[in-house]
T-cell receptor, first 116, second 114 residues
Framework: AQTVTQSQPEMSVQEAETVTLSCTYD???????LFWYKQPPSRQMILVIRQEAYKQQNATENRFSVNFQKAAKSFSLKISDSQLGDAAMYFC?????????????FGKGTSLLVTP | EAGVAQSPRYKIIEKRQSVAFWCNPISGHATLYWYQQILGQGPKLLIQFQNNGVVDDSQLPKDRFSAERLKGVDSTLKIQPAKLEDSAVYLC????????????FGPGTRLTVT
């Protein structure tokens, strides 16, 4: 089974600064998808960014970008120009591309605090 | 486009009682998921439906949990009888079949078992 590890239980960043959240995963598959989800106190899981494993180019969505290192099985999230509204739990998730289930395997999450 | 709807938002019950949660996915989404999120952890899949058929229920504690998706639209998740360790947030998500865009989540139901 695939496992996802987020080694940073908590991170803190000042407003307007940049922060990087780490994620590593373990898989024997070559084809898969990786995601970062944001979960604010309201509990609503919101998709931040996704990466297809077959793509070498790192995904970017406005202030959010990833550093995908397939050989190292690493998938970090960089948040630039941090805003107060970025404060939330961030979950890294893995999904197989071949398994018919398509369910997400989540890490334990990183709590991001944004200070003024 | 309306999002994934769940009810109730909060539920408090005593152990050994039963409880049911309801989920209405985004219109047209064939795949529906129920996740359990224990405090301090990431969500864990309980069951996945494709239309009204079960695709994966390997992590569903079938002695006490049951789920159905009648007519391939909305779904209910039931716990009977509840245990203290069932206290968690129950998240419902949906996706349009084999979507690569990820899943769309509802607001969740926070269950407290006392």
């Amino acid at each position: 089974a695939q496992t996802v590890t987020q080694s940073q239980p908590e991170m803190s960043v000042q407003e307007a600064e940049t922060v990087t959240l780490s994620c590593t995963y373990d898989t024997s598959e070559s084809d898969y998808y990786l995601f970062w989800y944001k979960q604010p106190p309201s509990r609503q899981m919101i998709l931040v960014i996704r990466q297809e494993a077959y793509k070498q180019q790192n995904a970017t969505e406005n202030r959010f970008s990833v550093n995908f290192q397939k050989a190292a099985k690493s998938f970090s999230l960089k948040i630039s120009d941090s805003q107060l509204g970025d404060a939330a739990m961030y979950f890294c998730a893995y999904r197989s591309a071949r398994n018919s289930g398509y369910a997400l395997n989540f890490g334990k999450g990183t709590s991001l605090l944004v200070t003024p | 486009e309306a999002g994934v709807a769940q009810s109730p938002r909060y539920k408090i019950i005593e152990k050994r009682q039963s409880v049911a949660f309801w989920c209405n996915p985004i219109s047209g989404h064939a795949t529906l998921y129920w996740y359990q999120q224990i405090l301090g952890q990431g969500p864990k899949l309980l069951i996945q439906f494709q239309n009204n058929g079960v695709v994966d229920d390997s992590q569903l504690p079938k002695d006490r949990f049951s789920a159905e998706r009648l007519k391939g639209v909305d779904s209910t998740l039931k716990i009977q009888p509840a245990k203290l360790e069932d206290s968690a947030v129950y998240l419902c998500a949906s996706s349009p079949g084999r979507s690569v865009r990820g899943q769309y989540f509802g607001p969740g139901t926070r269950l407290t078992v006392t």
